[in-house]
Structures are given as C-alpha cells and as structure tokens.
C-alpha cells in the first residue's frame, strides 16, 4: 500500500470521509536556526465533511523501533495551509 493510500484510509478513520489526493509538498521548519521538523506534506481534498473541505497529513518514525505516527490537520482556520499544520502539530506535541 502506497503511503497516499495509507494516509487516506487514516484520513477515513480519524475524520470519517474519504479524500482525494491533490499534491505533495516539501516542508522545512526550523527555529533559531535548528531544523525542527522536514519532511512531505501530503494535501488532500475531502469529499463531504461537515465543517473542512481540506486536511494535511503525514507521517513520521517515532521511536527506533521504526513504528510511524500518522498526522492529520483539518484546514480550518488558523490553519491556512501546510505550513500552518506543521506548525499547529509541532506545538501540540511541545
């Protein structure tokens, strides 16, 4: 399973609609100067959700034991973008 098609059925599980893929996207966030978080940013399109009509999603190791973390944030404002999620995530999970 490719990991678009991972991230879609995580996208069903945690937000209960299905998704079309529109794009990928390279993101790097640093702070002072120290990279925090790189990686790709999944964009996807989602079919009738109540209040989002966008999420961003990705995933990442977690642990040495190679186990992903999957990332989804809702395109609802303050979120505007994919670098608004990166953001929003990091935040939460500091």
């Not at 120290?34 to 999944?42: A, D, K, L, N, R």
């Amino acid at each position: 399973m490719s990991s678009v098609q991972k991230l879609r059925d995580v996208i069903r599980r945690a937000h209960g609609v299905d998704s079309e893929h529109v794009y990928s996207l390279p993101i790097k966030e640093e702070v002072g100067g120290q990279i925090v978080w790189e990686g790709v940013v999944e964009v996807f399109n989602l079919k009738d959700h109540s209040t989002a009509s966008r999420v961003y999603a990705w995933m990442h190791q977690t642990d040495e034991l190679g186990q992903p973390r999957h990332v989804t944030v809702l395109h609802l404002h303050p979120i505007k973008s994919a670098r608004d999620a990166v953001k929003a995530a990091i935040a939460q999970e500091f």
